[in-house]
Structures are given as structure tokens and as C-alpha cells.
């Protein structure tokens, strides 16, 4: 089962961007032979286009490297975390929210959100989504709560988090924490999960207790179910 999106590749957008450079080529060509203002006119066009086309293998490029910094990350867990991915959280009631991926630890429910928003993204662009992916993740974790304890499992935490794929959060200084959620980079993934996985809930300052002994296999096959 693939546990990240496939890596997009930016050979489309290149083939792309060179077949509309050569057409862009011939139109100034054309220009020059014929004096004609609509072929300069279309062939400005053709700039712009390609200045377009070039965002977009930068952009292709840096998600697919992005993605597959999470796939390594997710494919070399620490022992005792078992992942279940792109599960969608569903109660009683028909609620459901997607989750991309969740992961149960000896101690904790970790909810993982991705976001891909690209480098170039202005600061407060980049803010407004993660914002909205940290509500999504917010909602999650309550509805977790509520599955948890029909369950019957008491000491379990969860601990939601947002991964970003495409910025290291180190290069952010101050942004560590969205809407109270702690910002993940891949190459920091197991350390987060060793970190919080004995650590209180966010809405909890101590934990009750211990789980069971079988709780992080029940919890795991309750979870895989949903997929």
C-alpha cells in the first residue's frame, strides 16, 4: 500500500515549455522575415507562457522532493509506531474527517496533516493555509477523543502535528507552531514521535495512566478499518 501521493514529475511541464520556446522562436522569426506586429505580439505571449511553465517545474520538482523526504520518513518509523494512512476519522453520527496519515505509538494517537504549500508562497499565504489545515486537524483530534473512549481506552494522548513537506521549519523562525499545532519537518518525524508519544495531551497537563497492554494493536486494527 503507498503511503504518500505519487511524486509528480516535472518532465510534462519541460516538454511543454520547450515546444512552446521553439514556437516562440519561429514567431519572432516570422516577425523579423515579415515586419507583421501580430507575430512579435504572440510571441511576447510566448515568454510569458514559458516564464509560467518554468514556475511549475520548479514547483513539480520541489513537491516530488518534498514527498519523497515524508515517504523515507514514514518508511523508517521508530520501532513500536504503527502507521495508518489516509484514514478518514468516523463517528455514530456519520461524521467524518480525512486524515492524512495516523500513527499509533505506544502511548499516543498521532495525527498527521501534510502541507505542501509551495516554497515561493508569500509568508502570509503560506500562514492562512496552515491555518486552515490546523482547524481541519483540530476537529480530528476531538472527534479522536470521542472514538477513543468508545473504545473503552482512557490513557491514550492525542497528539495532532502538521508536517511540512516543502519548508523546514527552522527556516522559519517563530512559525514552529500553528494554531498551537508543532510544525514538523520529514527529517524530524521520529524524533517528534518520541517526544510526544509519553508526553500529556495538548488540552491535558498530566497523563491518567498507562495504556493496556493490548490497546496499541486493538487501536490499530480500529483505525485501519476506517480506511
Known amino acids: 500500500m503507498s503511503v504518500t501521493p505519487r511524486e509528480p514529475s516535472p518532465t510534462p511541464w519541460l516538454i511543454t515549455a520547450a515546444v512552446v520556446a521553439y514556437g516562440v522562436g519561429s514567431l519572432f522569426r516570422a516577425y523579423q522575415t515579415t515586419g507583421i506586429g501580430l507575430y512579435r505580439m504572440f510571441g511576447t505571449i510566448g515568454i510569458v507562457i514559458i516564464g509560467y511553465l518554468g514556475t511549475r517545474v520548479f514547483v513539480t520538482a520541489v513537491t516530488a522532493e518534498g514527498r519523497r523526504k515524508l ?33 499509533v505509538g505506544r502511548g499516543a494517537v498521532h495525527l498527521l496533516a501534510v ?87 495538548p488540552y491535558e497537563s498530566v497523563r491518567e495512566g498507562e495504556p493496556g497492554p493490548d490497546d496499541q494493536q486493538r487501536l490499530h486494527s480500529f483505525f485501519a478499518g476506517m480506511l
Open 71 to 103: 515517504r523515507e520518513a514514514l518508511e523508517s518509523l521508530p520501532e513500536g509506531f504503527l502507521l495508518v494512512p489516509q484514514v478518514a476519522l468516523t463517528d455514530g453520527q456519520g461524521r467524518k474527517v480525512d486524515v492524512e496519515y495516523l500513527i
Open 115 to 201: 502541507d505542501e504549500t509551495p516554497p515561493h508562497t508569500r509568508s502570509t499565504g503560506r500562514l492562512q493555509r496552515r491555518k486552515r489545515i490546523a482547524a481541519r486537524l483540530w476537529e480530528a483530534y476531538r472527534l479522536c477523543h470521542r472514538l477513543l473512549q468508545g473504545q473503552g481506552v482512557a490513557n491514550y494522548a492525542v497528539q495532532p502535528a502538521l508536517l511540512a513537506t516543502l519548508a523546514a521549519p527552522s527556516d522559519e523562525p517563530g512559525a514552529l507552531v500553528v494554531e498551537g499545532l508543532p510544525l514538523v519537518a520529514p527529517e524530524q518525524l521520529a524524533e517528534h514521535l518520541e517526544k510526544y508519544d509519553q508526553s500529556p495531551d
